[in-house]
């Protein structure tokens, strides 16, 4: 599965996550309001997101069939293994180069690989 969303199909699976399970004709309603979308727009991102595994319309219910937080983490591995060959740390050096890390952030990073 990729695990990847263009910037309007984000802010439509964070319209889902925040409200399923979900009839898909309140969905409708939901993103004419938030995202001034007709319902024909709103159909076909969701049968785009259906296709991809990421949520399922069964019988008019709209749910996910990833939490966001697992696809969060799913996309960032997916980065890192793309850009980075997998690797955490060459991922950790691009991303810190610009920056000076606080003491705070850096007792949480050792944190999470004392954790894992």
């Given at each position: 599965m990729e695990y990847k969303?263009?910037?309007?199909e984000m802010k439509f699976a964070e319209l889902i996550w925040g409200n399923e399970p979900l009839p898909s004709g309140e969905l409708a309603k939901l993103c004419e309001?938030?995202?001034c979308w007709k319902k024909s727009t709103t159909y076909t991102i969701l049968r785009r997101v259906c296709d991809?595994?990421?949520f399922k319309n069964e019988n008019g219910v709209v749910t996910s069939t990833i939490s966001k937080k697992e696809f969060l983490a799913k996309q960032s591995e997916q980065f890192v293994d793309n850009t980075f060959q997998g690797s955490l740390p060459k991922f950790l050096a691009a991303f810190t180069?610009?920056?000076?890390l606080t003491q705070k952030e850096v007792e949480?990073?050792?944190?999470i690989i004392d954790d894992n």
């Open positions: 969303l263009g910037e309007i309001k938030e995202l991809r595994g990421l180069s610009g920056r000076k949480e990073l050792k944190r």
